[in-house]
């Protein structure tokens, strides 16, 4: 098929005509799906119910230094989940805390603290006029919900294939003392699934921020969430790099087992230099005894080590690789060749994203919806929900059942090309 | 045995050397005992052995609202478990939300909200010059370290055997707008296992306070552990007293199952009117996507109802009831009519509270300390560690086996022997 922009008024116009009654057609099924979330399917939960045998009444609930994991203690976590944890993050048992279920309130916690305490004994960020983090975009929705709660402005920084603009990021926190923070989300990033290349992390690791409390939100969260065996990207380590470049406590670094175990019943975990340990360890000690040791335990007796880590995660692989393809193939069907949007073919994550015509992806999204087909709000990838030129829509493959996510890209590469064709007309 | 107070400097001056061997036998046993943290026994954590077995792998892992657990959802708890803790805490389900393991760590979060936001549209606390919060004294140090840390000055209340010295609090809420909030620990307070009277709690929910945004922080830890089926205290619900009284948004409440089923491995919750509870869950949905469904699925297939938890913490009492009545017992025996101190004999809860002579507590425990007994820090119960008479010890019986207590008792009580004896030798 030609590209849109390269027929005439008469021929799309006519192409319209056949894709509204397709549309129709669509709405007349009652549709509810969902590719809104990046969340795991059931099948995937299912590889992991063995977890839930992992401990029983019969076991001894005692870890590695003889601790009783049922009481209180231990406010940094068991030794053998920060082997495990230390494994999966390539970092030293030594420089991570293990904390509760959730690593987006780990996140929230180190915004919050430095807010109310500073960091490091520098100025707590509310005593200051203005704080600013860098935010590459198209980014995480809920990473910027946490600064645009702590009135914290956000600064877009355009990501590539190779990360984020790093001359841009090198000037603006250079310059300005008021920035305070980056988030990166550095391997198959949300939404567009680019790992930073190793020239992006090295210049990371050598940023010289004009603030001596600013610091790198390192969300690993899809470290180890390879959709191919034989095609996996690699990540320079951060904090090793870090320490070699002279600037050990630049870096925050967080992950979960949300998505390899269960979400919302994983353990979380931060990485960071000794000094900012020790700097966290010395608020955390007020805000809780202890977390959930006996948590921490069950996922270290269900995956033993690092390998066993390592195939379960091909196991979520085989699972959600068919639906990236399958999403892959429809829009490569339905859309290649028409010029009328852009699409990521990502390795690993969670997370497609897709790059409409300037101006359309709230339309876009919006008839999805019509039609029974709900996605991410056009505009989420962005902070403040302000996308500029209304063009990137993520797309989340995981969780519907395969035949369901074949309708529903069908549908929305439908509205594609509906919403395309109309603004092409309109000039 | 004659008060010391009434015996000569001769008859004193003997009896201490008589108590001063008795400490060097002590001294050279070597002992290693440890009187000082509210931590459940082994015993007490075996009876909860039963939750590992509440889950396994054929179990199917959906609440009854039909929200897969495994999976992201439910930011303020799964329905059943908002049923069980209602039940637990005397309060509406609507009115509630379940947290992760700690209830003090939602305390915290609960006070860094208000530093950072505010409460309910009020000036943020960070901006203001000054905050202020009542603390009830004795009190909980972990309470205090929370405030303290936040910078929050800490005004002790004198509490009797009917909570907190009502004519206090209600004057000083009415004159300082500083006064933002109170900690109380309403039944089977930490460490006098006081109870506040019918009479506290109304009055404490008809306060006046200058300051809108004052807030009741109402840890009741202890709302279900009794020490005697036969011998309850009961307490006035505060949340439903408080509406009656036309003040509904008046209190936080916090309750836990740490001392339930594990401390670290349980279920926090809190319950208040649903304006505050709009007011929190704008903020926990920035923090988290959820708490750990899982552990709270555990929780309520493994006591089904509250009645299943009621039977369950008689389990707990029957371990630590011959705990508590040995220290009763052993003080009574060394100590009743010698005049140097008193103690509470409380009918639940984790504590008892001893206080001394005047200028004797920070020497008594420094005394067992020497031979090999650990307590509370003397001074822990007041704010900033600083208790003016320095009078009162804090005696946790519950974590020692029932021999060791008894002998870490008899040292205890050698101890406040020999420091009151060398007060009243020294005039």
């Known amino acids: ?14 192409e319209l005509e056949g894709l509204r009654e397709a549309y129709k057609e669509f709405q007349s099924l009652n549709l509810s799906l969902d590719m809104s979330r990046g969340k795991p399917c059931r099948e995937q939960l299912d590889i992991s119910m063995g977890m839930m045998d992992a401990l029983n009444s019969h076991v001894d609930l005692s870890c590695e230094d003889g601790t009783d994991c049922r ?11 920060k082997v495990l944890l230390g494994d999966m993050m390539e970092n030293n048992p030594a420089n991570i805390i293990i904390y509760g279920n959730s690593s987006l309130n780990v996140m929230y916690d180190t915004v919050a603290r430095a807010m109310t305490h500073g960091i490091m004994g520098h100025t707590p960020w509310c005593k200051l006029d203005k704080v600013k983090f860098l935010c590459p975009v198209p980014g995480y929705d809920r990473h910027f919900a946490i600064t645009e709660y702590f009135g914290i402005e956000m600064i877009p920084v355009p990501m590539s294939e190779d990360g984020p603009d790093m001359d841009m990021v090198e000037k603006l926190v250079a310059e300005d003392e008021a920035i305070k923070g980056m988030w990166c989300v550095p391997k198959y990033s949300n939404p567009q699934g680019y790992s930073y290349s190793d020239e992006t992390v090295h210049r990371l690791a050598r940023l010289e921020p004009a603030a001596p409390d600013f610091r790198i939100f390192w969300d690993n969260a899809y470290g180890i969430h390879h959709l191919y065996e034989d095609k996996q990207d690699y990540l320079v380590e951060i904090l090793a790099e870090c320490k070699r470049a002279g600037n050990p406590d630049l870096v925050y ?3 979960s087992t949300s998505k390899i175990t269960f979400p ?14 020790e700097d966290i360890k010395k608020q955390l000690k007020n805000q809780t005894i202890g977390h959930d040791k006996v948590n921490q335990l069950r996922h270290v007796r269900f995956f033993k080590d690092i390998h066993g880590m390592t195939e379960h995660m091909k196991k979520h692989a085989d699972i ?9 193939e429809i829009l490569d069907k339905e859309l290649g060749g028409l010029d009328i949007g852009s699409w990521t073919m990502p390795r690993g994550g969670y997370f497609i994203s897709f790059d409409a015509l300037e101006g359309c992806a709230k339309e876009i999204v919006s008839m999805a919806k019509k039609a029974g087909v709900k996605m991410t709000d056009a505009g989420a990838t962005w902070p403040y929900h302000n996308d500029p030129k209304d063009s990137n829509i ?11 996510l074949r309708q529903a890209t069908q549908l929305f590469a439908l509205c594609v090309k509906i919403v395309s064709a109309e603004k092409l007309l309109k000039g």
Do not use: H, W
């Open 1 to 14: 098929m030609a590209k849109y922009a390269e027929m005439t008024k008469e021929e799309l116009q006519k």
């Open 71 to 81: 009481n209180y203690g231990l406010l940094d976590g068991i030794p053998e989940a």
């Open 320 to 328: 959600i690789r068919p639906k990236f393809e399958a999403v892959e």
């Open 264 to 277: 919302g019943s994983g353990i979380a975990c931060l990485a960071t230099s000794l000094n900012n340990l």
């Open 394 to 404: 993520r797309i989340a493959p995981t969780f519907p059942p395969i035949e369901d």
């Open 253 to 255: 670094k967080f992950a």
